[in-house]
């Protein structure tokens, strides 16, 4: 587990009440991004649900079965971190703010490239660029998501582009909720099968095809994908 000098809240307001958990930053985002990648024993610092962690103030198993629909950890954990917000320290904030601007910067390097020269631009110019169009990263929003939001910045001060690929997805019904969740952001159509199952289609560069479908595996195990042309 986190220490409680290194968790920070998470917080979420139902019914004029608070509910909040003690979470490890640095594993909000990855938590996420796969669920199953990160143990509650590790996000967590304490395995309780609180009207006011400083407080000490627990609210009833009666309040959690009317909020949450449930008394179990996990779910109502889920609904907190995914449904609430993270209350960071500013301290906390600036460093993971600087991280994941690094990892965009990583990203729009290691998949972008100057389509004059095509060669991919350096880092240097790339921070440049995103300081001079004002971006600023989000600490808890999907590196793959920013990257769009900061080439649509930079688009008018360095010329980049990407090479695409377009990508079928079909999955059981059952697991949508958990892939939504990740691809919301890319699909380009989507319908429903009678057999319940859910087909959606995604644009997306060439460099993260590899891992975009790995990540939908893992919530995914029936996955079904083609590349369409």
């Known amino acids: 587990m986190v220490s409680m000098d290194d968790a920070v809240i998470a917080r979420l307001e139902k019914g004029g009440k608070r509910y909040e958990v003690l979470v490890d930053p640095d594993l909000v985002d990855k938590w996420k991004e796969d669920h199953e990648s990160v143990t509650l024993d590790d996000l967590l610092a304490t395995d309780e649900v609180w009207h006011d962690v400083k407080n000490g103030e627990r609210p009833t198993m009666e309040k959690l079965e009317g909020v949450f629909g449930t008394t179990e950890l996990a779910p109502c954990v ?68 920013q990257v769009k939001d900061a080439v649509a910045l930079i688009r008018e001060l360095i010329p980049i582009s990407f090479v695409t690929v377009k990508l079928a997805f079909k999955i059981p019904g059952t697991n949508y909720g958990p892939v939504f969740s990740i691809v919301r952001e890319d699909i380009l159509k989507e319908e429903w099968l009678t057999n319940g199952d859910w087909v959606f289609t995604v644009e997306i560069p060439a460099g993260m095809k590899n891992d975009y479908i790995a990540k939908i595996g893992k919530r995914a195990p029936d996955v079904a994908v083609k590349e369409l042309k």
Request: proline share 9%; hydrophobic share 35%; glycine share 2%.
């Open 78 to 145: 889920e609904k907190i971190i995914l449904e609430g917000s993270i209350q960071l320290t500013t301290e906390q904030r600036k460093k993971m703010i600087m991280e994941k601007t690094r990892q965009v910067i990583a990203d729009i390097c290691m998949l972008g490239i100057d389509p004059q020269t095509k060669m991919p631009h350096p880092p240097q110019r790339v921070e440049n660029a995103l300081i001079e169009a004002r971006f600023k990263a989000d600490p808890f929003k999907p590196v793959e998501s």
